[in-house]
């Protein structure tokens, strides 16, 4: 699997370091969006600084999506499309990969609905349109279950 993350940290620009492996690889084999806690909790070798710099630097090399669930938490997950794209004003857009969440407002958890594809958005001239965020919100399967 580290050379496919190596890959994957090489088409996003990003020097590959251990502790930049050790992120993405932890990140991949995770089913549902991580946050920062969730990272720290499964990495207890890094610090917690570490960590979060590699997440900027992830985001800021668009390797993963920002998501903000609605609970107050921020969730990471990688960014599976690598046809990032200049449009003609030379702006970076990854439409692709685009999709909702849903937040399960019993068990807290945050789910991709990976296979729902959020529309492009074409903003109003002067606008500038850098990330779209969808969360759907309920009770998830395992929670409907219980009930």
Do not use: W
């Amino acid at each position: 699997m580290d050379a496919s993350i190596d890959n994957l940290l090489a088409a996003a620009k990003i020097r590959a370091t251990a502790n930049r492996i050790l992120v993405a690889r932890t990140m991949l084999q995770s089913e549902k969006p991580l946050s920062l806690i969730e990272l720290e909790d499964a990495l207890l070798s890094i610090d917690k600084s570490v960590i979060f710099r590699t997440l900027k630097l992830f985001a800021d090399h668009h390797l993963v999506h920002v998501i903000e669930d609605g609970s107050g938490c921020v969730r990471y997950e990688i960014c599976h499309s690598h046809a990032h794209h200049d449009d003609e004003d030379g702006d970076e857009h990854d439409d692709d990969d685009l999709h909702p969440h849903f937040y399960c407002e019993v068990c807290r958890q945050t789910f991709c609905l990976n296979e729902i594809k959020l529309p492009h958005i074409d903003a109003p001239e002067g606008f500038e349109v850098r990330t779209v965020n969808c969360v759907v919100k309920g009770v998830c399967r395992k929670c409907r279950k219980k009930q």
